[in-house]
C-alpha cells in the first residue's frame, strides 16, 4: 500500500501507508548519504582484451586473467597523438580512478587518444614479467590498431603513477622492435613508448628509498639480486630511452623523491630530452593534485611539455 496527500502551507496532512513509510525513510537516507553538489559517474569506455586468447602466463579464463585497455578516444578524425596510462597501487591493485579515468579525460581534453591499462598484479596472482608484458603488448596493440582508432604510431607515449611509473620506466628501458617473422601481426610492432610522463615513480628497487611493497609485490619476498638489479631502472637508461617529464613532492614519504631524482639524473648523464619537477608540498598519490600549493601547476606544465615534445617528435 502506498498513498500520499500533498501538504501546502500546513493545511492538510499527508497520509502515507506502510510501504510509503518506508519508500520515504529510505530516500531520507540517501539523500544524508550522498554529498552535496555529488554527481553521477559519467558512462566508461569501452574496453578491449590485450590479447584475443590466453595472455602468456595466464593462470586461467577469468576477468582477473585477462588484461584490457580502457578506449577514451577523440571524436575528431586525427590521427591523433596517444597515451597508454599506467595507474598505480604498488603492485597490488589499481588506483583506476584518479590515477586512471580522471588522467583519461584531462589528456583527452588535450587532444589526446587515451588507453588506460588495466594490467595483472599481485592482487590477481600475478608478478613480474606480467605487468611488463601487457604494456609492451598495450603500445605494440595501439600501433597496430592506429588507422582504426585514429592514431599517430609514431607519437604513442605512457603515463604512469606511483607503481604505475616503475612500469612505465621499465618500458622505457626495456623495449625491442617487434618481431617481423611473428604469426601475430600485434608483435610485429615496436613497444618503445615515443615519450614518457613519470609521477611520483617507484624507479629503483635496489635503493634503501625503494618502495618495498611494491618490490614484494612484484618479485616476490626473498627476490633474485639479478632481477632487481635489472628491474632498478635508473641503472637501465640509455641514449634510446625516450623523452621523459617527471615530478615528485619533496614530502612523499611512501616513494621518496630520491627516486625521480635518481633517474633523471640518468636521463641527463646518457643525453635524454628530460624534464623535472619538484614541489616542496604533497603527500603520495596525489594524481591531478587539484588544490594542493605548488604540485597543482604539475598539468599545465605538463601540457606545455607535451605540445613542445610532441612538436618535435
Not at 69 to 86: D, N, R, T
Not at 171 to 183: I, M
Not at 265 to 281: I, N
Request: net charge positive; aromatic share 8%; proline share 9%.
Amino acid at each position: 500500500m502506498f498513498r500520499c496527500e500533498v501538504t501546502t502551507a500546513g493545511r492538510r496532512t499527508a497520509h502515507w501507508g506502510i510501504a510509503g513509510r518506508t519508500l520515504f525513510a529510505l530516500a531520507l537516507i540517501a539523500a544524508a548519504n550522498t554529498p552535496a553538489g555529488a554527481a553521477e559517474e559519467p558512462d566508461l569506455p569501452p574496453t578491449v582484451p590485450l590479447w584475443s586468447g590466453d595472455a602468456p602466463l595466464a593462470h586461467g579464463d577469468t576477468p582477473k586473467d585477462r588484461p584490457r585497455l580502457w578506449l577514451y578516444l577523440p571524436k575528431e578524425p586525427g590521427p591523433h597523438p596517444a597515451i597508454v596510462i599506467c595507474p598505480g597501487g604498488g603492485y597490488g591493485t589499481l588506483a583506476m580512478d584518479h590515477e586512471g579515468h580522471q588522467i583519461a579525460r584531462w589528456l583527452g581534453g588535450q587532444g589526446l587518444a587515451c588507453f588506460i591499462l588495466e594490467y595483472r598484479h599481485r592482487g590477481r596472482g600475478y608478478g613480474h614479467p606480467a605487468p611488463l608484458l601487457d604494456v609492451q603488448r598495450a603500445i605494440r596493440l595501439v600501433r597496430h590498431r592506429h588507422k582504426e582508432w585514429r592514431v599517430d604510431p609514431k607519437r604513442v607515449g605512457v603515463i604512469g603513477f606511483s607503481a604505475g611509473g616503475h612500469l612505465v620506466s621499465t618500458v622505457s628501458t626495456h623495449f625491442d622492435s617487434g618481431d617481423p617473422n611473428a604469426s601475430d601481426p600485434v608483435d610485429r610492432q615496436s613497444c618503445r613508448p615515443d615519450f614518457a610522463i613519470l609521477c611520483y615513480p617507484v624507479i629503483s628497487l635496489v635503493e634503501s628509498y625503494t618502495h618495498r611493497g611494491s618490490r614484494r609485490n612484484l618479485l616476490g619476498k626473498d627476490p633474485d639480486p639479478r632481477l632487481v638489479e635489472e628491474l632498478s631502472n635508473e641503472r637501465r637508461v640509455t641514449k634510446e630511452t625516450p623523452p621523459t617529464f617527471l615530478w615528485h613532492t619533496q614530502e612523499d614519504k611512501a616513494v621518496p623523491v630520491q627516486n625521480s631524482l635518481a633517474y633523471y639524473s640518468a636521463l641527463t648523464k646518457h643525453g635524454v630530452p628530460a624534464e623535472l619537477h619538484v614541489f616542496p608540498r604533497g603527500r603520495h598519490g596525489l594524481g591531478l593534485a587539484r588544490n594542493v600549493e605548488g604540485a597543482q601547476a604539475w598539468p599545465s606544465l605538463c601540457e606545455a611539455w607535451l605540445r613542445a615534445t610532441l612538436k618535435r617528435e
